[in-house]
């Protein structure tokens, strides 16, 4: 069965340093998310992305975030200037695009801001 | 707003005892409700959805849109269901997911 891969599965960055997490979504997918869970906390929406542009962002998405898809497979997060309340678990997910068809999450990255 | 509640963060159950996890949404559109689970921080798997109206794993989830509630039940809970369970509603063309808190089930031996 086909799965969303993330890369790396563990990141460690020095505070104020840009980085970038990888995704690679299933194939016929047409939506793709970032989730964010800090540590002992609930999964929280961070962004959807379909046909090349963001669609929806939440509040926690502000502009030292952003989103790309830079081939027909890729989708990365990059975060610009991290900060310590950064660290957390980063998931992508991806969608067949239909209402109702749920959306198949990687097994995350561990952001560890220092 | 779309808003999913679980109001229960931590849940104990003995081995072979019926188990519920609760779930309430407040969506004003019609609701496609999910129910996910964690294995000790292993990515999120899907466990249900409300339009297949299947058992996985001896679960079921009956959507009643009069009580807005979708909750998880198990008549005989196992050792191996222990694990952090998310309600999740998706709404909009984008299907965005709205994630419940969480209940952490653990079932003792």
């Known amino acids: 069965e086909p799965e969303v891969t993330q890369t790396p599965s563990h990141q460690v960055t020095q505070m104020g340093q840009e980085v970038i997490l990888r995704c690679v979504p299933i194939s016929n997918h047409l939506y793709f998310y970032w989730y964010r869970q800090i540590l002992g906390q609930k999964v929280e929406f961070l962004v959807s992305f379909y046909n090349n542009e963001i669609s929806e962002k939440s509040e926690i998405f502000d502009d030292q975030f952003s989103v790309e898809r830079p081939d027909g497979s890729n989708f990365t997060l990059k975060i610009r200037s991290t900060k310590l309340e950064d660290s957390a678990m980063y998931f992508c997910?991806?969608?067949?695009?239909?209402?109702?068809?749920?959306?198949?999450f990687g097994d995350g990255t561990r952001l560890s801001i220092l | 707003a779309q808003r999913v509640t679980q109001p229960e963060k931590l849940l104990s159950v003995f081995k072979g005892a019926p188990v519920e996890l609760k779930c309430n949404y407040s969506y004003s559109g019609s609701p496609e409700l999910f129910w996910y689970v964690q294995y000790s921080r292993q990515r999120l798997q899907l466990l249900l959805r409300h339009i297949s109206r299947e058992s996985i794993k001896g679960f079921t989830a009956d959507l009643n849109k009069g009580e807005t509630s979708f909750h998880l039940k198990k008549p005989f809970a196992q050792e191996e269901d222990s694990a952090m369970y998310y309600c999740?509603?998706?709404?909009?063309?984008?299907?965005?997911?709205?994630f419940g808190t969480g209940t952490s089930l653990t079932v003792i031996p």
């Open positions: 999740a509603l998706g709404v909009g063309t984008g299907n965005q997911f709205y």
């Open positions: 997910a991806s969608n067949i695009g239909v209402l109702g068809q749920p959306q198949h």
